[in-house]
Nanobody, 124 residues
Framework: QVQLVESGGGLVQAGGSLRLSCALS????????MGWFRQAPGKEREFVAH????????YYADSVKGRFTISRDNGKDTAYLQMNSLKLEDTAVYYC?????????????????WGQGTQVTVSS
């Protein structure tokens, strides 16, 4: 049984920064990736970033490239999303998720395990 617990959401002014955390527990896999997705009101859930656990290789959506950084702490089985230069358009519920490897994609269907979501609100 895999569980993902998110934290770090909140209210921040445009141009500010926020760091989200996601702790993984339960069943482990030989190969997996952890990703971040977000969903704004009235919009479909969209890919933000993911990281391949064994290598640290990462990939980002164009909308956040250069502003967001995904990382992981192997000892804590925790992934992070550092969000800088936040914009109003970044307002959404952010979800962390895990996918089994060895093939990784940005598609929602590739991720079988999900956290509960954490609200990020960016104000002017």
């Amino acid at each position: 049984q895999v569980q993902l617990v998110e934290s770090g959401g909140g209210l921040v002014q445009a141009g500010g920064s926020l760091r989200l955390s996601c702790a993984l527990s339960g069943r482990t896999f030989n190969r997996f990736a952890m990703g971040w997705f977000r969903q704004a009101p009235g919009k479909e859930r969209e890919f933000v970033a993911h990281i391949i656990w064994s290598t640290g290789a990462s990939y980002y959506a164009d909308s956040v490239k250069g502003r967001f950084t995904i990382s992981r702490d192997n000892g804590k089985d925790t992934a992070y999303l550092q969000m800088n230069s936040l914009k109003l358009e970044d307002t959404a519920v952010y979800y962390c998720a895990a996918a089994r490897g060895p093939v990784y994609t940005t598609h929602i269907d590739s991720y079988g395990y999900w956290g509960q979501g954490t609200q990020v609100t960016v104000s002017s």
